[in-house]
């Protein structure tokens, strides 16, 4: 069942009224008048030439957001914001929900969304949000906010966070996952209900090492997400020394909740990177696990966007999993920065060769508002999905 945020919301600071100390609300009303709305304009121009498909996607958005947000300080604290998406020029696209199919996806589809409606308690380094809101763990390989996309995935959740110098603990109860295909149904639903719960608990036993577990039980109840429900255990560590960093995780996978599928999958990931002089380099390597070729490990709370390429080919993992050996280059002239990636694409199991793909960047920053974003992303298929080329033009504008 999706849950009214703006009730929740109300409801819960009245009952929070009879549990909390009065001082508690002291600097409330003062914190209200203070804050100011911020706005935040993002132009987009998407092209997507996808061999099969005749036509060419050329998908022109803006996305308008307004936010009242209000500083987490110690007390009650809240934060409203809205996304605004709409078309400049015609439709050339299929962004899932206009059925243009004739066209290759760009998955942003026009509307307006409420994408954070919460209230928040802080009692200093422990804090409670209740609502809408943003939920990003790590780098967002399981739980993150697909920002890249027009209408950014949210949560409706409660979420307990401890935070210290040395350790650190998150938990949050999941009942409804906003997803970048709303605000309505297309081929895709804009939102997943369901009960799940995302446990993170960190700890730093010097500095710049930092050891991670968690515990993502993830129940999704309508339309496709049953299929996507999951209970992944796992590990990770960060850690940098000098000019060297890396970061390595392991995790293990089976179905959960409604999921009517049965299977146990691995994954794994090394990465390490090395600033040498005005360039970092990276090399990694990432195991998305099978059971025996039936059923690939999966993350579809993950901001997908940012791994795996570009062309967003493994939005799904493949039934015989995947590995990506990759390798990374970026530097910075004065503020612009440019950045290339190599990746090659192989089954986890069964050993085909699913492609190889070039992801190309460049970004400069004009004064502290604005910014420009160029990128290219071309894959080259073998065994998996067709031979694609895509490219961003990105501006953006903030108030």
């Known amino acids: 069942m999706k849950i ?3 009730n929740i919301v109300g409801g819960t600071m009245i009952i929070a009224s009879g549990f909390v100390p009065s001082q508690a609300f002291a600097g409330f009303a003062e914190g209200l008048q203070q804050t100011k709305p911020s706005f935040n304009i993002r132009y987009r121009m998407e ?30 604290s809240v934060g409203l914001e809205s996304d605004f998406v709409f078309l400049l020029g015609d439709e050339r696209y299929n962004s899932t929900v206009n059925g243009l199919t004739e066209y290759p996806v760009v998955a ?8 954070q409606a919460y209230l928040r308690y802080r009692d200093g380094g422990l804090m409670v949000t209740m609502g809408r809101q943003r939920i990003l763990h790590g780098s967002q390989r399981f739980v993150g906010g697909v ?4 209408n950014e995935q949210t949560y409706d959740a409660l979420r307990v966070q401890s935070i210290h110098d040395t350790a650190s603990f998150d938990y949050s109860y999941v009942a409804n996952v906003n997803r970048i295909f709303g605000p309505e149904d297309g081929a895709q639903p804009a939102n ?19 050891f991670g577990s968690f515990v ?10 049953p299929p996507n429900a999951n209970r992944t255990y796992g590990v990770d560590y960060t850690a940098s020394f000098g000019a060297f960093s890396l970061f390595a995780s392991a995790a293990r996978q089976s179905d959960w909740g409604d999921n009517p599928n049965s299977y146990d999958a691995a994954y794994y990931t090394f990465e390490g990177r090395l600033k040498g002089g005005p360039v970092t380099y990276t090399l990694g390597y990432e195991v998305l696990g099978s059971d025996e070729g039936t059923a690939g490990f999966r993350t579809p709370a993950a901001t997908l966007h940012k791994f795996q390429g570009w062309t967003d080919k493994f939005l799904a993992t493949p039934p015989g999993g995947i590995r990506d050996s990759y390798v990374k280059a970026a530097t910075k002239v004065g503020p612009a920065a440019f950045a290339i990636a190599l990746h090659n694409f192989r089954a986890a199991e069964g050993g085909a060769d699913y492609g190889r793909e070039t992801d190309l960047s460049f970004s400069w920053p004009i004064g502290k508002r604005l910014n420009l974003l160029f990128k290219f992303a ?5 065994d998996h999905a067709t031979d ?7 501006i953006t504008y903030s108030i």
Not at 108 to 115: F, M, Q, R, S
Not at 193 to 207: D, I, T
Request: charge should be negative; hydrophobic fraction near 35%.
């Open 388 to 394: 694609t080329t895509k490219s961003w033009l990105v």
């Open 147 to 150: 920002a890249w996309r027009q």
């Open 108 to 115: 942003d589809p026009t509307g307006v969304d409420l994408n």
């Open 216 to 225: 993502y039980l993830m129940n999704f109840e309508n339309d496709n997400g």
């Open 378 to 382: 071309q894959y080259n298929a073998q």
């Open 192 to 210: 997943w209900e369901g009960n799940s719960h995302l446990f993170r608990v960190a700890v730093k036993p010097a500095e710049g090492q930092e």
């Open 47 to 76: 092209t997507v030439d996808q061999d099969g498909i005749d036509n060419k996607a050329r998908a022109s958005t803006v996305k308008a957001r307004a936010s009242w947000i209000m500083p987490s300080d110690d007390g009650f």
């Open 4 to 6: 009214p945020m703006l």
